[in-house]
């Protein structure tokens, strides 16, 4: 049982699974979707959407536009896993983080816009059992427990600048912290057979930076950004477009590309989303979003909805975001399954002002 453990933990050190779903919390971690109602209820936006401080994290040259402003936004997210094996549902296991946030600031300085934030990019938790086999038709082996805790933030400023007529740049950069402690325990059913148990723990911090590039027309806007590769995060490239409808009520429509680890696994996400103003103070978000990493002829899938609100000299809003992705992994090795249904649900609310209220 000793060569199994070591197996175990070997597996989760080396593992390279991306960073979308619960199984990814014990290996680069499950990344935090959406740092902002707006970017969540569009599905996750990275180089286009709406320009906010919140944008420092993300594409920088989307806040060279902004006059001095403050973001709040605080988030719940569930996560799921859903062992499948002859199209029936085998286990089950969930986590819950309420402890998701984002506090992000810009103000201008002379032809430049400068701002600093501290944002959860990532959560480390994880809580599920398995039970032990050498075959399914003998008695158990015992019964296997992992617990992981910990999450990732960055801690990041930012400058950027209008360069000619629409176009901006942008750059931030700073410290992303990474904290986890996992606890693994097998309780032997068999008396020939010992318990064991291994606990270890990550804590490291790596310098991280996105920079970006804004064309903010008045019917049509584009962006590119980058953020990128530590250790415990892939680096992502996106790019996308939008267009103002002003025959559909002033709706705009756009679409972003992304590219995680580009170079290397090349994880391919695309999404639409539409803005619709439904009054001058209030505007409608939208979004369906497609991941084409396929699993038992299976693709991702998202859709998001929200709002913004004006009121008085704040801008309210809210963000729901739920994704579904296959995968064939699980934190246990030697757990068998047809597929792994991933899912996860992301519910947000947020607040920015202008600085000096």
Not at 8 to 23: E, R
Not at 95 to 111: E, H, I, K, L, Q
Not at 278 to 299: K, P
Request: with cysteine; net charge negative.
């Amino acid at each position: 049982m000793k060569t199994f453990v070591l197996f175990m933990l070997s597996t989760i050190l080396v593992s390279n699974a991306f960073a979308f779903g619960y199984y990814d919390a014990i290996t680069k971690g499950t990344m935090v979707p959406g740092l902002s109602p707006s970017t969540v209820a569009l599905g996750s936006l990275r180089a286009v959407g709406i320009n906010e401080p919140a944008s420092i994290f993300t594409n920088p040259a989307q806040t060279s536009l902004l006059e001095s402003e403050v973001q709040l936004a605080w988030s719940s997210i569930q996560w799921a896993e859903r062992v499948i094996q002859s199209d029936l549902e085998k286990t089950v296991r969930t986590y819950m983080t309420n402890d998701n946030g984002t506090v992000a600031m810009v103000f201008p300085a002379g032809r430049v816009v400068l701002g600093a934030g501290i944002a959860k990019v990532g959560e480390y938790g994880y809580q599920g059992s398995h039970t032990i086999y050498d075959d399914p038709e003998d008695p158990e082996l015992g019964v296997a427990v992992l617990d992981a805790t910990g999450s990732q933030w960055e801690s990041v400023a930012s400058i950027s600048a209008v360069i000619t007529g629409p176009l901006s740049v942008g750059f931030s950069g700073g410290a992303r912290i990474v904290k986890a402690d996992y606890d693994y325990e097998f309780s032997s059913s068999q008396f020939l057979i010992p318990d064991s148990s291994a606990i270890w723990s990550v804590d490291e911090t790596e310098f991280a930076w996105h920079g970006g590039l804004a064309l903010n027309g008045d019917m049509f806007k584009s962006g590119v950004s980058y953020s990128s590769e530590t250790d415990y995060m892939d680096d992502i490239i996106a790019f996308g477009a939008s267009a103002l409808a002003p025959h559909l009520r002033n709706t705009t429509v756009g679409f972003e590309a992304e590219i995680v680890s580009p170079f290397d696994h090349n994880r391919f996400l695309g999404n639409l989303f539409v803005l619709m103003p439904l009054t001058e103070d209030l505007n409608i978000l939208t979004s369906v979003s497609f991941d084409d990493n396929r699993v038992a002829n299976r693709a991702g899938l998202g859709f998001g909805l929200g709002f913004d609100m004006r009121v008085s000299s704040f801008t309210l809003g809210g963000g729901l975001l739920s994704r579904f992705k296959s995968r064939k992994n699980t934190a246990f090795p030697s757990e068998s399954s047809d597929r792994v249904d991933d899912s996860s649900t992301l519910f947000t609310l947020g607040v920015s002002c202008p600085l000096g209220i």
